[in-house]
């Protein structure tokens, strides 16, 4: 009786479940490799050695994995991350995974590989710090020099600096997350998760910006976040146009519940707020996209989209 009993209750659980049909997200991309960086294991190995070490900046006292820590989706958990010395800039540090999928770099879109983008923060006096003649030549006074002629057969370069650090970078990949899974048919989420993605595609309009497997379409716009007035004017510095002042690349939203707290600025500390300000229709100033406008979403619509976020 008892038997019969739970069988019973769990059809009825079923029946009362939203039936699940997978979300048109498009095609998975494929990872794509430079010719004068094919995807190599001894090189990305070399080059994940170099992401974890300090020896890259200027007083040996942090690395990339500094800020970009594996247990956080390689982001952290700062609003700014502080570069050597303590000196930190306007920007909040990003997640890695999946950045080999990007099509150019930087919050303003300024760098065309991601063998470029490496270079930014070993520069950047607000995070490494460092020359890289000089990073160069530590590398060469050091054991890497070994490891760098084995591995390409010749002492460090900057040539071969940059491509060990971004062969590494490009296999950062995840798409095991429950969003993936129930495109596969393998696992549905919650149907509080599910109903808030059908908030996402729909009602709330997230998809006209957060769209495609990686939820970005990589466009550039200001979403609303208020300003700060400091000197990071977005885009703007890339491209001198006004049209484009306080505009940042529209980010990837996979693993964004992993990597609070938000925004370019990093001036949003939870997920739930990220999603209250969009449904009051951001701050109303001068630069906001217009496409940003009040959602009239109800506190368990907010809660459905929020349970669809952590999926992603």
Same mark, same amino acid.
């Given at each position: 009786?008892?038997?019969?009993?739970?069988?019973?209750?769990?059809?009825?659980?079923?029946? &009362?479940?939203?039936?699940?049909? *997978?979300?048109?997200?498009? !095609?998975?991309?494929?990872?794509?490799?430079? !010719?004068? @960086?094919?995807?190599?294991?001894?090189?990305?190995?070399?080059?994940?050695?170099?992401?974890? +070490?300090?020896?890259?900046?200027?007083?040996?006292?942090?690395? &990339?994995?500094? &800020?970009?820590?594996?247990?956080?989706?390689?982001?952290?958990?700062?609003?700014?991350?502080?570069?050597? @010395?303590?000196?930190?800039?306007?920007?909040?540090?990003?997640?890695?995974?999946?950045?080999?999928?990007?099509?150019?770099?930087? /919050?303003?879109?300024?760098?065309?590989?991601?063998?470029?983008?490496?270079?930014? *923060?070993?520069?950047?006096?607000?995070?490494?710090?460092?020359?890289?003649?000089?990073?160069?030549?530590?590398?060469? $006074?050091?054991?890497?020099?070994?490891?760098?002629?084995?591995?390409?057969? +010749?002492?460090?370069?900057?040539?071969?600096?940059? /491509?060990?650090?971004?062969?590494?970078? /490009?296999?950062?990949?995840?798409?095991?997350?429950?969003?993936?899974?129930?495109?596969?048919?393998?696992?549905?989420?919650?149907?509080?998760?599910?109903?808030?993605?059908?908030?996402?595609? $729909?009602?709330?309009? &997230?998809?006209?910006?957060?769209?495609?497997?990686?939820?970005?379409?990589?466009?550039?716009?200001?979403?609303?976040?208020?300003?700060?007035?400091?000197?990071?004017?977005?885009?703007? /510095?890339?491209?001198?146009?006004?049209?484009?002042?306080?505009?940042?690349?529209?980010?990837?939203?996979?693993?964004?519940?992993?990597?609070?707290?938000?925004?370019? +600025?990093?001036?949003?500390?939870?997920?739930?707020?990220?999603?209250?300000?969009?449904?009051?229709?951001?701050?109303?100033?001068?630069?906001?996209?217009?496409?940003?406008?009040?959602?009239?979403?109800?506190?368990?619509?907010? $809660?459905?989209?929020?349970?669809?976020?952590?999926?992603?």
């Amino acid at each position: 009786m008892l038997r019969r009993f739970k069988i019973l209750f769990f059809a009825i659980f079923l029946s &009362c479940s939203t039936e699940q049909v *997978p979300f048109d997200l498009g !095609v998975y991309p494929n990872m794509e490799y430079p !010719v004068d @960086n094919p995807e190599n294991s001894q090189v990305a190995a070399l080059g994940e050695a170099l992401f974890f +070490d300090p020896i890259l900046s200027i007083d040996s006292s942090i690395s &990339c994995g500094s &800020c970009h820590k594996p247990e956080h989706a390689f982001a952290d958990h700062l609003a700014i991350t502080p570069g050597v @010395n303590g000196v930190t800039s306007t920007r909040n540090s990003p997640t890695l995974l999946n950045v080999g999928y990007h099509p150019y770099f930087m /919050r303003e879109g300024g760098v065309p590989s991601l063998e470029m983008q490496v270079l930014v *923060p070993l520069q950047e006096e607000t995070e490494m710090h460092h020359d890289l003649v000089d990073a160069v030549a530590r590398l060469n $006074d050091s054991p890497y020099k070994n490891q760098f002629l084995q591995t390409f057969g +010749d002492t460090v370069a900057s040539f071969n600096l940059v /491509r060990a650090l971004a062969n590494y970078e /490009r296999t950062l990949i995840d798409f095991s997350r429950p969003i993936d899974l129930l495109q596969l048919d393998a696992k549905p989420i919650s149907d509080q998760g599910y109903k808030g993605g059908q908030l996402f595609f $729909d009602k709330a309009g &997230c998809a006209q910006c957060h769209n495609g497997p990686l939820f970005t379409d990589f466009s550039f716009a200001n979403n609303g976040t208020p300003l700060n007035f400091t000197q990071d004017i977005g885009k703007e /510095r890339l491209t001198n146009e006004e049209s484009d002042r306080y505009t940042f690349m529209v980010p990837s939203l996979r693993h964004v519940a992993l990597t609070p707290p938000y925004m370019h +600025d990093g001036s949003i500390l939870t997920l739930q707020e990220v999603i209250e300000q969009y449904n009051a229709g951001g701050e109303g100033h001068a630069y906001q996209d217009a496409r940003i406008e009040p959602l009239g979403l109800s506190k368990k619509e907010c $809660d459905q989209l929020l349970a669809f976020l952590e999926a992603l």
